[in-house]
């Protein structure tokens, strides 16, 4: 059974940073992509960011140039540092991982930046 749990989200404020970190069971990074997506209050989910299973990233254009994605392949945990946030950057987000049959999701994490 794959699980996907997330942990650091929270209250920031402007200009400041987090790291989420999301832990994976059941799933094995070198055949599957992961990533993050958050949805903002009244609007659609979004991409921020995607490692595929060869290690490659693809960001949303508001995520370039501030948030990182990366892997740790031995823990089953990546992670997502967030730099310069922004109250814009206030959204549930939720890790995700696609292998061969489907897609799972993490239940969220808030992040809420305060101007």
């Known amino acids: 059974q794959v699980q996907l749990v997330e942990s650091g989200g929270g209250l920031v404020r402007a200009g400041g940073s987090l790291r989420l970190s999301c832990t994976a069971s059941g799933i094995t990074f070198s055949s599957s992509n992961i990533g993050w997506y958050r949805q903002a209050p009244g609007k659609q989910r979004e991409l921020v960011a995607i490692?595929?299973?060869?290690?490659?990233?693809v960001y949303a254009d508001s995520a370039q140039g501030r948030f990182t994605i990366s892997r740790d392949i031995a823990e089953n945990t990546f992670y997502l540092q967030m730099n310069s946030l922004e109250p814009e950057d206030t959204a549930v987000y939720s890790c995700?991982?696609?292998?061969?049959?489907?897609?799972?999701w993490g239940k969220g994490t808030l992040i809420t930046v305060s101007s």
């Open positions: 995700w991982a696609q292998n061969q049959w489907r897609a799972y």
């Open positions: 490692i595929s299973r060869g290690g490659s990233t």
